[in-house]
């Protein structure tokens, strides 16, 4: 087996050009991989820290040349002569160098961009391609892509309150028919959005961002986009939502749609979107402190679609345990760079499945051509991944490689339909 020689890393740019890590490990067999950090936008308080320089001349202080030499002084030579393959030495290595609960001295961009790039290396020095390598036989679900196709919120310069309008083709037989029937719904979006004079400009995620006066606009315009490309919304492609509640809480209420609400007010509200919608999923519904609202939402609506903790959980697992004991939202987002190694990411999506909760693999709105999160969502057995639009690079970059496992797997492969969201039953 290998060991590590060196670590290398560099500032790179991401999908909304700012600077972000990609670090390079060398085994002593030969082996090169490199991983690139991704960097969300709408993040969450209770995420691991992102180091950034704060020189107001570079990037408008976004640059990353500390986190870069956090890799290069620090984290690098303590690597040197580890087995490759002992993920969890590494990263518990890169734990405790970092000493601080948020990974705030070193950066959580500088230790995810190591801890990935290490389990790329040991992955291809045995011969394995990553999601063989992190997953064993059991690697063998596709997940549902959850299309954001329609950006709001922080991602858009609109009104829209709403983050992000996914749609989730669950009747599709493989991962590959999802994905094209994805495309050709984002392409019929398009096609009504220009028919009605509206903008088809894109958000940071790929998705259109049309100036619309309502969210449940934005659902109608993506059920007859569904429709007019010849699928039938909720048998074939049903609907989901990252609300990113978060972003527009303060003070204790919610500033939806230009009046102030409670959290029982937009419980509500949610109520009767699932009433009228075929949503099998929403994320961050309501604030990621807002405890007590979360409990009273998963109750009230639970048992009929997932309900998913974004910025309530950060891929921690300690808030995911103080989750589950509430019995506050019943799924996990899944980002690696909100907690910063793999190790961790893993015990988070064991943690949630051992309760019962599932798991959506999950992009940042700020991205890179990277693709780890697509075999990492093969190696857990997820489910469901979102990655944004079928469109743009960064984006595509993962549901291409999705694509090139549901080949390599052959007829193994099991695509997870609508088997992905046990609290939703398509109508017939
Ligand atoms: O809220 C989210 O789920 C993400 C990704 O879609 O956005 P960001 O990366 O900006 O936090
Ligand atoms: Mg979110």
């Avoid at 509640?245 to 419980?267: L, N």
């Amino acid at each position: 087996m290998a060991v590590i020689e060196q670590v290398g890393a560099r500032e790179i740019l991401d999908s909304r050009g700012n600077p972000t890590v990609e670090v390079e490990v060398a085994l002593d067999d030969g082996t090169l991989e490199r991983a690139a950090v991704p960097s969300g936008a709408s993040t969450g308080e209770h995420e691991a820290v992102e180091l950034r320089d704060g020189d107001a001349k570079r990037y408008l202080g976004k640059g990353v040349e500390r986190a870069v030499t956090a890799v290069l002084d620090e984290i690098g030579p303590e690597l040197v002569g580890i087995e490759a393959v002992e993920q969890r030495v590494v990263d518990q290595k890169l734990v405790d160098l970092d000493g601080t609960p948020d990974k705030s001295r070193l950066g959580a961009n500088a230790i995810l961009g190591v801890s990935l790039a290490v389990a790329k290396a040991a992955a291809a020095s045995s011969g394995l391609e990553l999601f063989r390598y992190v997953g064993g036989p059991n690697a063998h679900v596709l997940p549902v892509p959850m299309l954001n196709i329609l950006n709001g919120g922080a991602h858009a310069d609109t009104e829209v309150d709403i983050q992000e309008f996914m749609i989730a083709p669950i009747g599709a037989e493989t991962f590959r028919e999802a994905l094209r029937w994805g495309a050709e719904v984002y392409h019929s979006l398009k096609s009504v959005l220009k028919s009605k004079g509206l903008s088809t400009g894109l958000g940071d995620e790929g998705g259109f961002a049309p100036a619309l006066s309502s969210n449940r606009d934005a659902l109608d315009l993506i059920l007859e986009a569904i429709e007019k490309a010849g699928y039938q919304p909720g048998r074939q492609i049903a609907l989901a939502l990252d609300v990113a509640a978060t972003e527009f809480h303060s003070d204790g209420a919610y500033t939806f749609e230009k009046q102030k609400r409670s959290a029982e007010q937009m419980t509500g509200y949610y109520a009767e979107l699932v009433r009228d919608y075929p949503l099998v999923s929403i994320e961050d519904p309501l604030s990621e402190d807002d405890w007590d609202g979360w409990v009273r939402l998963t109750a009230e609506l639970g048992e009929k679609v997932q309900i998913v903790g974004d910025d309530l959980f950060v891929t921690n697992p300690e808030r995911l345990e103080e989750g589950i004991s509430r019995r506050a939202a019943n799924a996990l987002l899944v980002k690696v760079n909100q907690i910063g190694t793999l190790s961790e990411t893993l015990d988070a999506v064991a943690l949630a499945t051992s309760y019962g909760y599932k798991s959506m693999m999950s992009h940042r709105s700020g991205e890179t051509e990277d693709t780890t999160i697509a075999d990492l969502a093969v190696a857990t057995g997820a489910g469901q991944i979102k990655t944004g639009a079928p469109a743009r690079g960064e984006r595509t970059a993962k549901y291409n490689q999705l694509l090139r496992i549901e080949e390599a797997l052959g007829d193994a492969a099991r695509y997870a339909g609508d088997l992905a969201f046990p609290r939703y039953t398509p109508e017939s």
